[in-house]
């Protein structure tokens, strides 16, 4: 029962590259080594897990470092290494680099475990580690007075939706006995049942921000460092969107009544978040509401109550992160409003290539992440006749290119925020342009070259 | 043996990397690589028409694993149908270089762009895998959003994301309908080939034949999805204008040869008089607006849409006589409308003007490029002799001929040759001949370049007219093929 304990060692490493940066007082570089450090860390802990196998449940069932839950745990400490890399070389403005890139580490620690949760306690003791950080990350800035109160709405909201998915999770204990996801037994709970099953949906899906529970997000991500919501609307995604698959996997046969209720909030998200993004010109409210948008595509995939959607979520929610989190480290570059962008072309055209890149997998133009990662949803929709959801996840994505060709618009025929005075062109720098690089070129590889990736998570379309 | 259409498919690719990465100072050496690609694509696609089998059925295979978790493969090939319109994009690709050949505004930007676009146009026509397909589909997009946008006329960035998001909307339909073939029992595999006489049951038919028929429809464009044209058209570059008639139509009418009738027959048996009739009314429509513009580009433009009406006729017919004329159509216009727009933009270039009233008197003054555009004209409207003439005739012919196509459509059809000779016509009589405009005075004729460029196109025009089977001996078989297939013969 105890073996295979090696299955925890990237989550260690984890830890230790948090302790490191946290502890890197005297570390030569002001800190700026410690970051690297646990950048390193990091990429080290999504090598391990990506080539490390799977294995059967462990610890008692309490965690299954399975397929789906290896494709999440490298997508989670990759994306946090390249954000950690971001940070050391570029840093955070006004506050030390080291301790946000900690909070990230110790985030990113919670995102694995829940990754891999099979029980209702793990699950909720790791949602609260990959989320605690977070607040602190978006109320980065100790005397921005506006972030405060984005991180601090963003704090009490989820706080509240925490408790409320609590008392969901007392009522599943209480009606099957047992904290493990396999021996939940809904059978003949009746109306107590979906209470239990709602109240948790609501904690994970407000964490998740998907309709009717995303208005924290936009508030919250215009008041905090774009850098810090490059992480937050991120990384806690996959791991969300994975666990909600395994206990999804484990509840959705006793209980049909959750199709419709994923299916509702798939397409309020779909139909909310892409019609507020499109007016949007502040571009961490833009990015906020396209992120609820993709969360709808995300329960799309779920819905269903099939194990190809569940693959397909997870597939997904790595393929949204990495041109997300890009998108918005070029935010954090370059400028928040939209007209900030203006000319990146001719300032910084591989950057703006870049930015076409990512734009175009969010949109879900092949051969990239997004198509692929779209063209698994939507799969996983038609085989569960899921037909108005597909046709509203179409439309909205069309609705989506809309807004994401503002911004290319902006960068290839805008006006320089340069030319208008706006401060000189931003500098190079080479860690944080390395980080980019290597996003850029992911979007990329994860579409063409999705097989390995598939096999990977255990999924097989038709 | 050497995998001949994955290198003609990416060769361009390889031409657009150099390109985009050359030294910025050297102005004119972005165009001479896209040239030399361009051309050697071409020498390799004549190469394979030469030593293609007419009666061979699919040829120059290539199959290959690519993401076989959702049964996706890398699979190309070409067969008839496909063959004429890869060899047309492989023949206006180093045209439309040429064409561009003073541009000066960010070179390597643009030709890697117009690379980047042959891609996706080869792409298309040879790719046999639904997903590889969709992959070529939208490749397009992206190069040509940026071709209208940055080197376009004044309204160009409208145009360009108009075109962008009309497209993408008909296309992500397209996605459905082919997950929807792909997850049903009878499909459940991305090979075009095998998905073809899979038997769906009639009313599933009608559900993907609508999906399919938005993406095609939209690209085609069939009246009342045509809006988007007009726009890209006029803003468009000359270069532009002729790959986005010249090919990216043909994808359109191509998709529903390839695949709306051989995968979904009985929808397509069903529909075929709803197909028509928007053909139809494309055809008239499309005429009547163009008699009505004063803009030559947008007289062109117009004009394509009427054409392609034809094409839809053809295809809705299902009969040898009807889809030999949609495919001969959809080549000899690729030809033709490129040979239009090339002299709209070389008139443009030296008048700065391409209304017609102010371009009158032309024979006088530029005696070449006057008769250059009286001959795509005639060619045009359908001049027996010459290769518009041959597709028209035979679409009209098998759509009365057809028992899927009502008889009252087919003359209102031929009412729609009648309109296209009328307002082409009277084009010629305003341009060429009339009194000289002030805007004409003093212009020069066409350089010895420009009508290099020209020939081509008119020895294909007069070639074609003449010698029918110079194409059709390629197209037929594989029509029949096509339709022994679907039980219509």
Do not use: C
């Not at chain 1, 829940?114 to 978006?138: F, G, R």
């Not at chain 1, 960068?411 to 401060?423: D, I, L, Q």
């Not at chain 2, 047309?88 to 050949?101: D, E, G, M, Q, Y």
């Not at chain 2, 049951?201 to 609508?210: D, I, L, M, S, V």
């Amino acid at each position: 029962m105890l073996s295979g304990y090696w299955h925890f060692v990237p989550e260690v490493l984890v830890v230790a590259g948090a302790l490191v940066a946290l502890f890197g007082e005297f570390m030569p570089g002001r800190g700026r080594g410690a970051a690297y450090i646990a950048a390193a860390l990091a990429a080290l802990a999504a090598l391990l897990v990506a080539f490390g196998g799977t294995g059967a449940p462990m610890v008692f069932g309490l965690v299954e470092p399975d397929g789906i839950a290896r494709f999440a745990r490298a997508g989670v400490a990759g994306l946090t290494a390249v954000w950690a890399l971001w940070v050391a070389g570029r840093g955070m403005p006004d506050e030390r680099r080291r301790d946000a890139v900690a909070f990230a580490m110790f985030a990113a620690a919670g995102g694995m475990l829940l990754s891999m949760a099979e029980d209702l306690i793990v699950m909720y003791i790791a949602l609260e580690l990959s989320t605690m950080p977070a607040y602190v990350l978006m109320g980065y800035r100790r005397r921005d007075v506006e972030g405060l109160e984005g991180a601090l709405k963003y704090f009490l909201l989820a706080m509240l939706t925490s408790i409320l998915m609590l008392y969901g999770l007392s009522f599943l204990y209480g009606i099957s006995g047992s904290t493990a996801f396999a021996d939940i037994t809904l059978g003949g709970s009746g109306a107590l049942g979906l209470v239990a099953v709602l109240l948790t949906l609501v904690g994970l899906l407000a964490k998740m921000s998907a309709a009717p529970f995303h208005y924290w997000a936009p508030d919250a991500y215009a008041g905090a460092l774009p850098s810090s919501v490059a992480f937050v609307s991120t990384v806690p995604k996959i791991a969300g969107i994975t666990v909600i698959a395994r206990l999804m996997a484990a509840i959705a046969p006793e209980m049909p009544e959750l199709v419709g209720v994923l299916a509702v909030a798939s397409a309020a998200s779909m139909v909310l978040g892409n019609l507020a993004a499109l007016p949007q010109s502040e571009l961490r409210r833009l990015m906020a509401y396209s992120g609820v948008a993709h969360t709808g595509y995300l329960l799309m995939a779920l819905a269903p109550g099939t194990d190809i959607g569940y693959a397909a979520a997870v597939f997904y929610a790595v393929a949204y992160s990495v041109p997300s989190m890009a998108v918005m480290l070029v935010v954090a570059e370059e400028g928040t409003g939209i007209t900030d962008l203006g000319q990146l072309a001719t300032r910084r055209p591989w950057l703006a290539w870049s930015m076409v890149l990512w734009l175009l997998s969010l949109i879900g133009i092949p051969p990239l992440a997004g198509f692929f990662g779209k063209l698994y949803l939507f799969g996983a929709a038609v085989d569960g006749s899921l037909w108005l959801l597909v046709v509203l996840g179409i439309l909205t994505s069309v609705v989506s290119a809309g807004y994401y060709f503002r911004i290319v618009r902006e960068m290839f025929f805008g006006e320089s925020p340069v030319a208008r005075g706006g401060g000189p062109v931003v500098a190079e720098q080479p860690a944080a342009m390395v980080a980019l690089v290597v996003l850029a070129v992911a979007v990329a590889a994860i579409g063409i070259g999705a097989s390995p990736l598939l096999r990977g998570i255990g999924a097989l379309l038709g | 043996m050497l995998p001949l259409l994955t290198t003609i498919v990416f060769l361009p690719l390889v031409g657009a990397a150099i390109t985009a990465f050359l030294p910025k100072d050297r102005a004119g050496l972005p165009r001479m690589v896209a040239l030399v690609v361009s051309l050697i694509d071409l020498a390799l696609v004549i190469w394979l028409v030469a030593s293609f089998d007419a009666g061979g059925g699919l040829q120059f295979v290539e199959r290959a694993r690519w993401i076989p978790e959702a049964g996706i493969q890398y699979f190309m090939g070409v067969d008839g149908i496909s063959l004429p319109l890869l060899f047309l994009s492989a023949l206006l690709l180093p045209i439309s270089i040429l064409a561009s050949w003073k541009v000066s505004e960010r070179p390597s930007f643009y030709f890697a762009m117009i690379l980047l676009l042959a891609v996706g146009m080869n792409g298309v026509f040879v790719a046999l895998d639904f997903v590889l397909f969709y992959v070529f589909w939208e490749l397009v997009l992206v190069p040509m959003y940026f071709l209208i946008a940055v080197w376009g006329g004044p309204r160009r960035e409208y145009a360009a994301i108009k075109f962008f998001l009309y497209t993408l909307f008909g296309s992500v339909f397209m996605l459905v309908g082919i997950l929807a073939l792909y997850l049903h029992p009878a499909g459940g595999t991305f090979d075009m080939m095998a998905l073809a006489g899979s038997g769906f049951p009639a009313g599933f038919q009608w559900w993907a034949f609508a999906a399919f028929f938005l993406g095609f429809a939209v690209k085609v464009p069939v009246f009342p999805f045509h809006t988007w044209l007009p726009d890209a058209h006029v803003e468009a570059p000359t270069a532009g204008s002729v790959l986005l008639a010249g090919i990216l139509l043909k994808m359109g009418t191509y998709g529903f040869v390839r695949v709306s009738l051989p995968l979904l027959p009985e929808a397509a048996a069903t529909w075929a008089w709803f197909v028509a009739l928007l053909g139809v009314i494309s055809i008239v429509y499309g005429a009547a607006v163009a008699f009505a513009q004063t803009d030559l580009k947008k007289l062109v433009a117009y004009s394509s849409v009427s054409h392609m009406g034809f094409v839809m006729l053809g295809i809705a017919s299902a009969t040898p006589e009807g889809l030999n004329g949609a495919v001969a159509i959809m080549f000899a216009h690729g030809v033709i409308t490129g040979m239009l727009f090339l002299l709209v933009g070389m008139v443009y270039e030296r008048t700065h003007t391409r209304m017609i009233a102010d371009v009158s008197g032309l024979s006088k003054q530029a005696p070449v490029a006057a008769g250059m555009l009286a001959f795509a004209s005639f060619a045009s409207l359908g001049l027996p002799g010459l290769a518009g003439f041959v597709g028209e005739f035979l679409s009209l012919v098998g759509a009365w001929r057809s028992e899927l196509v009502p008889s009252g459509l087919v003359i209102a059809a031929a009412v729609g040759v009648l309109l296209a000779a009328a307002y082409m016509l009277w084009m010629v009589q305003r341009t060429v001949l009339g009194t000289q405009s002030k805007e004409v005075e003093g212009i020069t004729d066409l350089t010895r370049l420009e009508i290099g460029i020209l020939i081509p196109l008119v020895v294909i025009t007069v070639v074609m007219g003449v010698y029918w089977s110079s194409i059709l001996r390629y197209v037929d078989p594989a029509v029949n093929a096509l339709l022994a297939s679907m039980g219509a013969v």
